[in-house]
């Protein structure tokens, strides 16, 4: 460690508490710097160092011994990161990691308060679900959670996102490629998979900002009919169509997908970034609901985060549920496709884009962190924080293989078992 002058009681003692619970082998890529310019473990450059504002943040970072009490206190500014804010995830790993009642004996060594609590954060699902007051994904709660994490502000949304708002995992086709055109190549691999044509229908279940559904239009002559519960979303995506003279083409609709009526089945539906908000009790309903809305022969195509092949384990409450993405749920892979199948559908091809999800969150965050200022005329500073951080984390988790993101192909056969797709995805690469 690195001591700069005679050191406080609180300086020692934070110094004590870091060689008590982290120990200087355990972390490769983050160093600690105390509020007074104390450095631990050592001078040795780091990719990330995590910056301590005042005697209590430690109290206030660990004492919780959860992911959640971690990042909170990172949004009230207890701490900050300098460098590489996902390398900085390499401690939440840590700490993930501990035993919780040895971890609480040797905090109490150190420090007589656990969990010491800051001000309360203005911009809390808990808060807002108490009023909701309805069952995980009924109807109700559904909205109010999309709407909690959607309806933020679309300009802040743009600040980070290509020009088409395209919030998901875009697809890289060279080491070189930028954030736009790599979104440009994600919607035709979409199209492709989908072997779009002239005036087919097509659902495109949680529509976001209609940048699917316009691009599908321009350039594969389809007919979309887009869903959200976004009301913020919706209005930007039916301006969109509009502006673009695609209004009798592109329809936008604020509801559910459970109450899309059935008479006219697709030719053929998407759902990208959606059924991550569903649950995993519901997933068999949702893909028999999707099965009623398309045509025998036709194809869906799920694309959605699932849980990784190393998943790392949470206790206690989720950030992410309560400041981002509340009542999310991101099964493995096997159970989603598990559940498409008893629905009826025929799995066709599944394809993980993981590495694709490292270099969009990557670049995701490098346009925010350097839009912080313009950020701060949508949203205030802990929410900023609040989307650095998780955009962070989760480029960290795709790294780590916690999380993969899966393109997953089903077909609905026919009455005799018919599927009229081409004998090889050679076409998708032409």
């Known amino acids: ?145 999309v709407s909690f994490h959607y309806d933020l502000s679309n300009d802040f949304f743009a600040l980070w996102l290509d020009p088409r708002m395209q919030y998901s995992c875009a697809y890289y086709e060279k080491n070189d490629t930028g954030l736009d055109a790599a979104q440009t190549a994600k919607l035709h691999h979409l199209c492709r998979k989908l072997r779009l044509k002239p005036r087919q229908r097509v659902l495109d279940v949680g529509c976001g900002w209609g940048g699917f559904a316009l691009f599908a239009v321009q350039h594969y002559g389809a007919q979309v009919t887009g869903v959200t519960l976004s009301p913020q ?34 030719d053929a539906i998407v759902s990208v970034g959606m059924s991550e908000h569903v649950g995993r009790a519901h997933l068999e309903g949702y893909f028999e609901k999707l099965g009623r809305l398309l045509k025998p022969g036709g194809v869906f195509l799920n694309h959605a985060i699932g849980e990784g092949v190393r998943p790392r384990g949470e206790r206690g409450p989720s950030f992410i549920d309560e400041h981002v993405f509340p009542d999310s749920d991101i099964p493995p892979i096997p159970v989603v496709l598990t559940a498409a199948e008893r629905a009826g559908f025929e799995v066709r091809d599944v394809e993980n884009l993981r590495d694709h999800y490292t270099r969009t969150l990557r670049q995701w965050v490098g346009r925010l962190e350097d839009n912080h200022e313009r950020a701060l005329r949508y949203v205030d500073e802990a929410t900023y924080r609040v989307w650095r951080l998780y955009l962070a984390g989760s480029a960290h988790g795709f790294r780590m293989g916690q999380l993969g993101v899966y393109q997953a192909l089903l077909a609905k056969p026919g009455a005799a078992g018919d599927v009229p797709l081409p004998l090889t995805r050679r076409d998708w690469y032409q």
């Open 1 to 145: 460690m690195t001591r700069i002058a005679a050191l406080t009681p609180a300086v020692t003692r934070a110094m004590d508490f870091l060689e008590d619970a982290i120990g200087a082998p355990a972390l490769e890529r983050v160093a600690f710097e105390l509020w007074d310019g104390a450095r631990w473990p050592d001078d040795t450059p780091r990719p990330a160092t995590i910056v301590l504002k005042h005697p209590e943040a430690l109290e206030r970072m660990f004492g919780g011994g959860t992911e959640k009490s971690l990042a909170e206190a990172y949004l009230r500014d207890d701490f900050d990161v300098r460098g590489e804010l996902e390398a900085a995830f390499e401690l939440a790993d840590f700490v993930a990691r501990l035993p919780h009642p040895d971890w609480l004996t040797m905090f109490s060594r150190h420090f007589q308060l656990l969990g010491i609590g800051g001000a309360p954060l203005q911009r809390s699902w808990r808060r807002l679900v108490r009023e909701v007051g309805e069952p995980v994904h009924s109807p109700g709660r559904d909205r109010q959670a």
């Open 233 to 266: 979303q919706a209005a930007l995506a039916s301006n969109r169509a509009r502006a673009a003279g695609l209004a009798t083409d592109v329809t936008i609709e604020l509801r559910d997908y459970r109450d899309l009526p059935e008479a006219e089945p697709f």
